[in-house]
């Protein structure tokens, strides 16, 4: 395993994804106002990065740049220091024309970091589809406006491409990667899988473990105590406790993880650390 070079540990929340409405848990937020008053209160307790998903007004995934332009100048006003990562999924719409719109928002509406899946693999309801050719353009976007991305691995494999792609000069170093563990089809939520993708990723680099569903508090542990920062939040999990009994809040998650993070010695990251260690500037 590889531990940071500190002990200070960034939460990314992930609010809201493209996939959950009321009717699974109360408490999604799915419209601009709901993700901005939610995004506040996390941040408040600690969440670092914010990964943010647009909807319509009938609650359904979009990738209309006015809906996320709202979203992130009201979540700005309310958290200037906030790292905003908006999403660029394949889930839905696998072309990059619809994908990269949010990535060209410009002034308080332009985001400091963008998801960037780095292959094709299969939720259990559908395909994300992820072509190298799509997944080459969107780097190259994010990189000539100043958009760090936020890579996301479903298997050791999507590492490899992103060794290749920084062999390359299209991604740049050091790289932070979002290890996701435990979602059907992909890499199961063990130790032994992780370990295979720590074994990948250069020392330079940022990484954190998020967990699907039930996997999230063992994903947490699990990242926790190898040095790994977490990401959490409705997207990835609806529930708090392992009985699915009590519909989660992202409040509840990134309170329970920061709970954590303080219990294993170690510090959650400020606004202003988490910018240093992901080489951001100053909003």
């Known amino acids: 395993m590889k531990p940071h070079k500190d002990d200070t540990l960034i939460i990314n929340l992930a609010l809201t994804g493209m996939v959950p409405l009321k009717e699974h848990n109360p408490h999604v937020p799915l419209t601009p106002l709901e993700i901005a008053a939610d995004a506040e209160r996390c941040h408040a307790a600690g969440a670092g ?20 332009r709202q979203m992130i100048c009201d979540i700005k006003e309310r958290c200037p220091q906030a790292v905003i990562c908006v999403s660029t999924s394949g889930r839905l719409d ?10 060209y928002l410009q002034g308080d509406a332009h985001p400091d970091m963008a998801s960037l899946t780095l292959g094709s693999m299969n939720f259990p309801q559908q395909a994300s589809v992820n072509n190298p050719d799509t997944i080459v353009r969107l780097a190259a976007t994010m990189q000539e406006q100043g958009i760090k991305p936020e ?3 479903f298997e050791p494999g999507m590492l490899n491409y992103a060794l290749y792609l920084i062999s390359k ?10 290890i996701l563990l435990g979602s059907l089809g992909t890499s199961t939520a063990s130790p032994h899988s992780l370990s295979h993708f720590l074994t990948l990723i250069p020392d330079n680099w940022i ?7 039930r996997f999230q508090l063992d994903c947490t542990m699990l990242a926790i105590s190898c040095g790994g920062h977490i990401r959490t939040g409705l997207e990835d999990n609806l529930y708090y406790d392992r009985a699915r009994l009590r519909p989660a809040t992202n409040l509840d998650l990134v309170e329970r993880t920061a709970e954590l993070i303080r219990l294993s010695d170690r ?11 992901l080489g951001l500037k100053k909003p």
């Open 94 to 103: 696998p072309s990059y024309e619809k994908r990269s719109r949010v990535l």
């Open 151 to 153: 890579l996301e691995v």
């Open 169 to 178: 000069d299209i991604l740049s170093e050091p790289a932070y990667v979002n």
């Open 207 to 213: 990484w954190a473990v998020a967990g699907i569903g």
């Open 267 to 277: 510090s959650v990251s400020t606004p202003g650390q988490t910018r240093e260690i």
């Open 49 to 68: 990065i914010l990964h943010l998903h647009a909807r319509d007004e009938q609650g359904r995934p979009t990738p209309d740049p006015e809906i996320y």
